[in-house]
C-alpha cells in the first residue's frame, strides 16, 4: 500500500466524506424529481416550510431553511409567479409581509411529500428496519445536540 493509497483509505472511511457524498445523491435525486414539477431545492424548502407554518415573514422562512436573505427574495418571487405562495400585510406592520400557500400551493404539499418518501426509501432500501430507525435516532441526536 502506498502512501496515496492510505490517504485514499483515511478519506473514504471518514463519517463526513461518507455524509457528504449521500448529501450530494440526495441532491441529485431530488432534484431530478422536483424537475418534474417545476420546482427546484430551493423552491422545495420554502414550500416545505410553509407546509410545516404559514403565515412567516420572508426572513423567518430565511432562517429556518438558512437560505441567504436575497436568495429567498427571489424564491418567494418565483414562487409567487408559479401561484403556488401569496404575500399578504402583517396586520401589525404594514411594511411586512407574510406568506401563505396558495390553494396550488396546498395541493402541491403531498406530491412533495411522496418525492420526500421516495427519496427516503431508496436511500434506506439497503436497510433493516431496525438499522433505519437507529440511523435516525444517531442523526437527530447528531442534528440536535452533537454538532455545532
Known amino acids: 500500500?502506498?502512501?496515496?493509497?492510505?490517504?485514499?483509505?483515511?478519506?473514504?472511511?471518514?463519517?463526513?466524506?461518507?455524509?457528504?457524498?449521500?448529501?450530494?445523491?440526495?441532491?441529485?435525486?431530488?432534484?431530478?424529481?422536483?424537475?418534474?414539477?417545476?420546482?427546484?431545492?430551493?423552491?422545495?424548502?420554502?414550500?416545505?416550510?410553509?407546509?410545516?407554518?404559514?403565515?412567516?415573514?420572508?426572513?423567518?422562512?430565511?432562517?429556518?431553511?438558512?437560505?441567504?436573505?436575497?436568495?429567498?427574495?427571489?424564491?418567494?418571487?418565483?414562487?409567487?409567479?408559479?401561484q403556488l405562495i401569496e404575500r399578504r400585510t402583517d396586520e401589525r406592520s404594514r411594511r411586512s409581509y407574510r406568506i401563505f400557500l396558495t390553494d396550488k400551493g396546498h395541493a402541491t404539499g403531498p406530491k412533495l411529500f411522496i418525492i420526500i418518501n421516495k427519496i427516503n426509501e431508496d436511500l434506506l432500501s439497503v436497510l433493516p428496519a431496525t438499522e433505519r430507525k437507529q440511523l435516525a435516532t444517531i442523526l437527530q441526536k447528531i442534528l440536535l445536540v452533537g454538532f455545532v
Open 1 to 82: 500500500m502506498n502512501k496515496y493509497t492510505k490517504v485514499e483509505k483515511i478519506r473514504t472511511n471518514s463519517v463526513a466524506w461518507m455524509m457528504k457524498m449521500i448529501s450530494s445523491r440526495l441532491d441529485s435525486n431530488i432534484k431530478e424529481e422536483l424537475k418534474r414539477l417545476g420546482l427546484d431545492l430551493k423552491q422545495f424548502g420554502v414550500l416545505m416550510a410553509l407546509l410545516e407554518e404559514e403565515g412567516l415573514k420572508q426572513a423567518e422562512i430565511g432562517k429556518k431553511i438558512t437560505m441567504p436573505g436575497y436568495a429567498t427574495t427571489r424564491t418567494i418571487d418565483a414562487l409567487e409567479k408559479k
